[in-house]
């Protein structure tokens, strides 16, 4: 079985149910949805053969057809961010070998330069407005001038998407799934959150990151389930949808979480949200206090995940019993994955899979399945530094306790040392995460003359609270988990939301540019 057939078996067996249904009230069947997807995957190999496609949108209608018309070409589709320059677009592109675009009226003028940078020699535009050029496509035209029945040469092969790691640190690496890859990943979060064709699952977050294609969209479509698509994030618009279509799934990373639960705290008839069965979060530290707040506001199947684009979508799970009973967890290994917590080393050797910790202590994850990708696109020296006799290094620091639940610490690259001693920035945030006025923190180190490292702390305050440093302060020594040599020895304050990537990772270094440049 891989992706492919699967998909197959979704329209032969709900060709009449209602796939996908927007923001903006358009819904199409399974039997439309593949009818139209099957349309542009004739298109795309008449005009660009087995070339690759990327696709330039927020979430629409056009980003997912074009998803399933690559499944269908056996041709990856090249998922881009929105989110991305335009320098880091052609980057990307160029890695990932795209011939053509697809893209939405949000990305035109992007896309566009894109196009006359000589990036892309097929250019199609899925949108209302009007662009007079010759060398870009109405999408709509190009479907209704297309084959109805699928390419006899199609599949041409076992390609299925190209994704994009989140870039923190450098441009974003191209990674590569075929079918069979992305199939394990989607039966596993089937396996997980028990989804089946009754379920509604309300896709907010950017549908290009492979969280939301692998733990959500493939396997709500794998499962014959209904998606409601809604284009960017808007919290009051997002509870709106969950109301109006009795959505049964969310997804969202943990700042998302956070405000939606401050929106029904604060409404005097917060929106209903009763029908939500499951609610998936992951990406950042999932706090005891943010957990709570989702029980009581929300909805109490609060699931927590640990994952990387590399190992799509997930490699630990936490049942929300497992999360009440172990605050704080990841969850143990996934469904079909295999994990171990071994002895740290830099980041210029290779760790040792038989170096395993004891409970109680810190190492390095590393993982291996078969819905791992196995390496990068023109990225040698990466993929050397990630992948190693079958293992995929993942650089995060965790703790393993008696039952065997994964706590992560923190990145090996984010270690502070402070005076002699190691200190992870994810304990210290914890901490402060946890003050009922702070609705967000990032620690980080400084350099410093005289202890290397200064430990340093943004700390965004809730709305109208006034923190100090010396509340802040008080409160991490007064706090018995944390050492008092970790504490923060400066703070920034503020009232503006932390500069986050799609996955949800703050911005270190625009946070020091920010407050300390």
């Not at 929106?271 to 499951?278: A, N």
């Not at 992560?408 to 690259?413: A, E, G, K, P, Q």
């Not at 200064?454 to 050492?483: E, F, I, K, R, S």
Request: aromatic letters at 6%; charged letters at 25%.
């Amino acid at each position: 079985m891989n992706l492919k057939d699967a998909l197959d078996r979704t329209v032969r067996c709900y060709p009449d149910e209602p796939a996908v249904v927007t923001d903006e009230g358009q819904s199409v069947t399974y039997a439309e949805l593949d009818a139209r997807a099957t349309r542009l995957a004739n298109a795309l190999a008449r005009r660009i053969g087995t070339g690759r496609c990327a696709v330039l949108s927020v979430n629409t209608m056009a980003a997912i057809e074009s998803m399933l018309a690559g499944n269908k070409r056996g041709v990856a589709t090249v998922q881009l961010s929105y989110r991305a320059t335009v320098e880091e677009l052609a980057e990307m592109a160029d890695t990932a070998a795209a011939t053509a675009v697809v893209f939405d009226d949000h990305n035109a003028d992007e896309a566009l330069e894109l196009v006359d940078r000589g990036v892309f020699e097929v250019a199609i535009h899925a949108g209302d407005r009007a662009i007079d050029r010759d060398d870009v496509d109405s999408y709509e035209a190009v479907l209704d001038a297309a084959d109805p029945a699928l390419e006899p040469t199609l599949p041409a092969g076992e390609e299925c998407a190209v994704l994009y790691t989140s870039g923190t640190t450098s441009v974003p690496k191209a990674v590569p799934f075929d079918q069979e890859q992305l199939w394990y990943g989607a039966i596993q979060v089937i396996m997980e959150h028990g989804i089946d064709e009754t379920d509604v699952a309300l896709c907010t977050s950017p549908w290009y990151h492979m969280v939301t294609t692998d733990a959500w969209l493939y396997p709500h479509f794998v499962a014959g389930a209904t998606v409601v698509l809604h284009a960017t994030f808007d919290p009051e618009e997002a509870l709106a949808l969950i109301e109006a279509h009795d959505v049964t799934g969310l997804l969202g990373v943990p700042t998302q979480l956070k405000t939606l639960n401050g929106i029904q705290k604060r409404a005097d008839d917060p929106f209903d949200t009763d029908s939500l069965r499951y609610i998936r979060t992951g990406g950042a530290i999932v706090t005891e206090t943010l957990v709570e707040e989702t029980h009581e506001h929300l909805g109490d199947r609060l699931y927590n995940t640990y994952g990387m684009t590399e190992a799509g979508p997930d490699l630990t799970f936490a049942h929300p019993s497992a999360q009440t009973d172990h605050p704080g967890t990841i969850g143990k290994e996934a469904f079909s994955w295999e994990l171990r917590v071994v002895e740290s080393v830099g980041l210029s050797e290779t760790p040792d899979p038989d170096a395993t910790v004891d409970a109680g202590e810190r190492g390095e994850i590393i993982a291996r399945g078969p819905g791992m990708a196995t390496g990068y696109i023109d990225n040698d020296e990466a993929e050397a530094k990630s992948f190693f006799d079958g293992w995929l290094r993942t650089r995060d620091v965790a703790e393993v306790d008696d039952e065997g639940f994964l706590y992560i610490v923190d990145r090996v690259d984010n270690m502070i040392v402070s005076g002699g001693e190691n200190i992870y920035p994810a304990e210290v945030e914890r901490v402060l995460g946890n003050h009922p006025d702070v609705a967000e923190a990032c620690v980080f180190g400084r350099d410093d003359e005289e202890w290397g490292e200064v430990v340093t702390a943004v700390v965004v305050a809730g709305d109208g609270v006034g923190l100090t440093d010396g509340d802040l302060d008080d409160y991490c020594l007064q706090h018995d988990g944390l050492a008092d040599f970790k504490r923060p020895r400066a703070y920034a304050i503020t009232h503006e939301s932390l500069p986050r990537s799609d996955t949800g990772t703050v911005l270190r270094a625009e946070l020091v540019d920010r407050h300390f440049a």
